[in-house]
């Protein structure tokens, strides 16, 4: 059984401050890891893919994966309200594509 | 920028009715998959279609669920007959490739009365 665990907060940060999002996983056969990002009654959008140990950045956005302690993060820097919305991690292992997702964190950013 | 597209928005239906949930994927796209969301919950996978055949599925997708590609273009979810706890969003994606990232549509939100 393939669980991912993530606080389902609200996480609450001020505009313009570092939002950390974190995910556990069970599996270590998971060898890919996204995060997406969901708008309440809006579909997920894929925001962030990793696939090896360390930091992946892009734009406002890093994603870090530890396998060895089998977590993952997202850090938002410079955090806007648009950003508030509830973050999905998922992962997939190595013999299916298939994404196995988190409940999600919610995610306040106030002004 | 191409989108998936699915309809209806929101569908009614009375427990026992059949109902069919539609959507047009990417037209570039070889890979499609069904998701439901019931409200609060996770996103779950329901089933993945490939080169006109279930290519995996959960175990949520029992007999009363089918797909069907009826023609070049749509990709439809059927379930048989809806049970109370059926009621959920329910989520179409397509994917240019099996591992490639999945572009989902805005779901359907099914309300079974």
């Known amino acids: 059984q393939k669980e991912v665990e993530q606080n389902s907060g609200p996480l609450s940060v001020p505009e313009g401050a570092i939002a950390s999002l974190n995910c556990t996983y069970s599996d270590r056969g998971s060898q890919s890891f996204f995060w997406y990002r969901q708008y309440s009654g809006k579909s997920p959008e894929l925001i962030m893919s990793?696939?090896?140990?360390g930091d992946k950045e892009d734009g406002r956005f890093t994603a870090q994966l530890n396998k060895a302690s089998q977590y993952v993060s997202l850090l938002i820097r410079d955090s806007q309200p648009s950003d508030s919305a509830t973050y999905l991690c998922?992962?997939?292992?190595?013999?299916?594509?298939?994404?196995?997702f988190g409940r999600g964190t919610s995610l306040i950013v106030h002004p | 920028e191409p989108e998936v597209t699915q309809t209806p928005s929101h569908q009614v239906t009375q427990m026992g009715q059949e109902v069919i949930l539609r959507c047009v994927p990417i037209?570039?796209?070889?890979?499609f998959y069904w998701y439901r969301q019931i409200l609060g919950q996770k996103v779950e996978f329901l089933v993945s279609?490939?080169?006109?055949?279930?290519?995996?599925k959960s175990e949520i997708f029992d007999d009363q669920f089918s797909v069907e590609r009826p023609d070049g273009s749509n990709f439809t979810l059927k379930i048989r007959s809806t049970k109370l706890e059926d009621s959920a969003m329910y989520f179409c994606a397509s994917s240019r490739d099996e591992g490639q990232p999945q572009h989902f549509g805005d779901g359907t939100r099914l309300s079974i009365l």
């Open positions: 998922a992962l997939s292992h190595g013999g299916s594509y298939i994404p196995t």
């Open positions: 279609f490939y080169n006109n055949e279930i290519s995996e």
């Open positions: 990793i696939y090896s140990n």
């Open positions: 037209s570039n796209h070889l890979y």
